[in-house]
C-alpha cells in the first residue's frame, strides 16, 4: 500500500457485489451517493453508462456536470468524488488487467489513449449499441450458468472495442503490434508502480531488457509521446492529486514522490506546468470554493 492511500482509500466495487475479478451492476447514485461523496480511487479500472438523468462529481481536480447518455471511465490512479446526482441511472462495470484476454491488456495499458476524454457524450444509438453488450454482460453475471467467465470476457472485450470505435480511438492503439503491445503493457505496468521512486527511462529498460532508444522508438510509435514524458506526467498528475485533495505541505509531496529536496519539486513542477505547485494549489482550490 502507497501512504498517499492512507490520505484517500481505495474503493473496489467487485468486493461488494461478492466477485473478484468483474462485476457489474445497474445503480442509482442517489442511494450510495453518502459513501461516493469521499474523495476515492478505484481498485481497477470501470466503465460507467449514465443512462438517464444527470451526475455532478469531481474527477481528480476538475468538476464535471454529465448529463445522460453519456459514458465516463476511470483508471486506478484517478480520485473521484460524487457531489450531485438527479433522477440518475448508472451501469457501473468494474474490472482488473488481468480479467481480459491478451489482446485487450495491451490496449488497457495504454487506458489513456483509447479514453483520452474521461467523460463522454454519445448520441442514442451509441448509447444503444453498448447497452446490448453491458445487457449480456449483466444477465451473465446475474446467473450462474456455465462457462459464465468466458462468455463475459469476450462481451467485456467487444464493449471496449465498440467503445473505442465510437470514440474513434487512433488506429494505431487499436492494431498494434503484439511485440508493442507487450512492450507498452509492461512499460505501463512498471510506471504504475515505480513512477513515485523511479524517473529515469534508462532504468525502465532495464527491467525490460531493452535499450532505452528502442523503449522510446516502441512508446513514441505507440503512443505518440516520448517514455520520459509518459514518466512525467504520471508523476505531475499525482503531484496535483496530493496538491488538490491532500493535506501535505511542499516537502511532504517532494517526499512522496522521491525528489532530493522541496526546492527541487519547485522547479520541475513548474517547468511541466507553467505554475508552482502553491500557485496551481491556490488557483484550483480557489476555483471550486
Known amino acids: 500500500m502507497n ?5 484517500i482509500p481505495i474503493y473496489n466495487l467487485r468486493k461488494c457485489t461478492g466477485a473478484t475479478d468483474f462485476a457489474i451492476v445497474r445503480v442509482d447514485p442517489f442511494e450510495i451517493l453518502g459513501k461516493l461523496q469521499v474523495p476515492h480511487r478505484q481498485e481497477g479500472y470501470s466503465a460507467n453508462l449514465l ?21 465516463f471511465s476511470a483508471g486506478p490512479e484517478q480520485v473521484h468524488q460524487y457531489d450531485e ?28 489513449c483509447m479514453f483520452n476524454q474521461v467523460v463522454m457524450n454519445i448520441d442514442k444509438a451509441s448509447m444503444l449499441e453498448l447497452l446490448t453488450y453491458a445487457g449480456l454482460m449483466l444477465d451473465e453475471f446475474n446467473n450462474d450458468k456455465p462457462k459464465k467467465d468466458v462468455i463475459i470476457r469476450n462481451l467485456l472485450n467487444a464493449f471496449i472495442i465498440s467503445t473505442a470505435r465510437i470514440f474513434k480511438t487512433p488506429l494505431s492503439v487499436m492494431h498494434m503490434d503484439a511485440s508493442y ?7 505501463k505496468n512498471h510506471v504504475d508502480s515505480h513512477f513515485r521512486t523511479i524517473a529515469q527511462v534508462a532504468k525502465y529498460a532495464d527491467m525490460l531488457y531493452v535499450t532505452p532508444g528502442h523503449l522510446n522508438d516502441v512508446i513514441k510509435a505507440t503512443v505518440g509521446k516520448t517514455a520520459k514524458q509518459i514518466i512525467d506526467e504520471k508523476r505531475i498528475m499525482e503531484a496535483k492529486r496530493l496538491l488538490f485533495w491532500g493535506d501535505y505541505n511542499l516537502k511532504e509531496i517532494a517526499a512522496l514522490l522521491n525528489f532530493e529536496n522541496d526546492s527541487y519539486f519547485n522547479r520541475y513542477f513548474k517547468k511541466h506546468t507553467g505554475h508552482t505547485p502553491a500557485l496551481f494549489q491556490r488557483a484550483i482550490r480557489d476555483k471550486y470554493n
Do not use: H
Open 85 to 112: 446526482a438527479e433522477n440518475a441511472e448508472l451501469i457501473c462495470i468494474s474490472f482488473s488487467r488481468d480479467f481480459l484476454i491478451n489482446e485487450m491488456q495491451g490496449w488497457v495499458a495504454c487506458w489513456e
Open 51 to 71: 443512462i438517464q438523468g444527470r451526475v455532478t462529481k469531481f474527477i481528480d481536480f476538475e468538476r464535471y456536470t454529465i448529463e445522460a447518455p453519456a459514458f
Open 181 to 187: 503491445n507487450k512492450l507498452v503493457q509492461q512499460f
Open 3 to 7: 501512504l498517499t492511500d492512507t490520505l
